[in-house]
Every structure is written in C-alpha cells, then in structure tokens.
C-alpha cells in the first residue's frame, strides 16, 4: 500500500488569499504530480516532478507553482486563491524503472473551495 | 497521442450481479493500462494494471480485466457485485515511455442497488 499524504483534506478560503497543499511520500519516489479533478472530468495534469529541483508544468495551464526541494515533498502553491481554482486536487507519486512501467499512486485529494 | 473512452458515465447494477465497466483506449505504442477506483472522500487507489505479460489481469476486491488489441478494449469485470463496490471508476492508459504521461478516462460512478 502506497504512503501518501495530503494535506489540507478540505480548505475554504475567500478570494485573494495564498494558500500552500501539501503533499508527502515516504516511499522515496523519484516522480511527484499535480493532478485537478472536477465531477465527470478527466483528472487534469498541472504539474510533475522527476526529482528533486526538477518541476514542470503539465497539460493543464495552472496559475499555480510547485517546489521539488527534498524527495518527498511537492507543495503546490497558488499566491492569490480565486473562485476558479475550486476543485479537488490530488497528488501522485511513482517509482522510475528501468523499463519504463510505472504506476501512480494517489494522495487522498485536497478538496478546495475558494469564496 | 493516446486517449481513453469511458462508455457510460453511469452504471447500476443490482447486488450480486456481474458488473461490467468499458473502457477503450488508443495509442501509438504498445500501451500500459490501469483500472483505478475512488471512493467519496479520497484519492484513486490502484485496482489492477496491465503492463503486457498476461491478457487477462487480476486486481483486488475480486475484479479483474482482460486487454483485447483487436478491439482496443480493457473492461473491468467482476462476477458478483456488492454493495461496498459502488464508487467511481477510471481507466487510464500509459505509453511508458518518456516523461511517462498518463491520459485518465472521465470516470464510470457504479451504483450497486440491495
């Protein structure tokens, strides 16, 4: 079973405001992701890892930013919280292997309403 | 490019029946596929995954999926539902090269009705 953490479970902010999810493996996975889900969508990729120091944007243009600075930690931050970024937010994690199989395992999701 | 066709968006079955979740996919390379199911209030958990060795795949809480190329098909079935299985589904594939980009379905919620 995979260990990974999310934190906040459930965040209501008012516009405006700068809120930090955080998200922990202990697993000691090379590759971290930023997913965005909402009801009857495909989840939406907005940001993964390779490494530490290693970000990038995914397919989904966010308006927030992420950091990589130790192994386990991917914090997604967004500096001024607006209704649109009400959503659900889930973080993966996911060994590299020689061959290139991986699978994604899942944080328990960071639902997020802004006013 | 590679994509991924939920059929349904809902499904009800009634308890102890089969249960059967299609799910299509298209890719330019031998793909990777996954069966993943959330329940309310969490994160996707991994049911299965086929990562070509057997066609027919065997994943937890009694579900399984079979990987048809001629159709381009990986359904998610289990013989006899139960109430613990409703939740959401999502099929998802994978080229397994690169960066590794998984492309998610739109999900199946599966209703299991006593």
């Known amino acids: 079973e995979a260990d990974i953490y999310q934190t906040p479970r459930y965040l209501v902010i008012g516009t405006g405001k700068k809120i930090t999810l955080e998200c922990s493996q202990t697993m000691g996975h090379d590759k971290m992701y930023w997913y965005q889900q909402d009801p009857g969508m495909e989840l939406h990729l907005i940001h993964y890892?390779?490494?530490?120091?290693?970000?990038e944007k995914g397919d989904l243009s966010s308006e927030s930013t992420v950091s990589r600075i130790r192994t386990e930690h991917f914090p997604l931050t967004l500096e001024s919280a607006r209704p649109s970024h009400t959503s659900q937010y889930l973080c993966?994690?996911?060994?590299?292997?020689?061959?290139?199989?991986?699978?994604?395992?899942f944080g328990p999701g960071t639902r997020l309403l802004v006013l | 490019a590679q994509s991924v066709t939920q059929l349904g968006s809902h499904v009800s079955v009634s308890e102890g029946a089969l249960v059967l979740l299609r799910c299509n996919y298209s890719?330019?390379?031998?793909?990777?596929l996954f069966w993943y199911v959330q329940y309310p209030n969490q994160g996707l958990q991994l049911l299965l995954k086929y990562t070509s060795a057997a066609t027919l795949v065997k994943g937890i809480n009694g579900f399984e999926a079979e990987f048809k190329k001629s159709e381009t098909s990986f359904h998610l079935t289990k013989p006899s539902a139960h109430m613990s299985d409703a939740a959401e589904y999502f099929c998802?594939?994978?080229?397994?090269?690169?960066?590794?980009?998984?492309?998610f379905g739109t999900g199946t919620k599966l209703q299991v009705i006593p």
């Open positions: 890719s330019s390379v031998p793909p990777y």
């Open positions: 993966a994690s996911a060994r590299r292997t020689r061959t290139g199989q991986e699978t994604q395992y």
């Open positions: 890892s390779y490494g530490v120091n290693s970000t």
């Open positions: 998802a594939v994978s080229d397994g090269r690169g960066y590794q980009k998984v492309t």
